[in-house]
């Protein structure tokens, strides 16, 4: 069984590899992407960057950077 996760990695030093911010059981939607980024996807930037991360490419919003991955529940893998 998968969950898809929402990770972030902040432009600072004391941190661990990835944060979770957010998961789901199934592939979410970009709207509920831009929910959780607190993003308005009707304008253009915001829309390409969510779409982006959608799309399974590693984006930085706001001096962070933000990816989505499908992970094994109980264990966690990091695909290159």
Known sequence: MTIWVLLSIYN??????????????????????????????????????????FDGHETRINDCDYRLEEISIGKYERKL
Do not use: G
């Open 12 to 53: 600072e030093y004391s941190q661990p590899e990835a944060n979770l911010e957010a998961w789901w059981p199934a592939r979410p939607r970009v709207q509920d992407i831009a929910e959780i980024l607190e993003l308005d996807v009707k304008s253009n930037p915001n829309k390409y960057n969510v779409e982006s991360i």
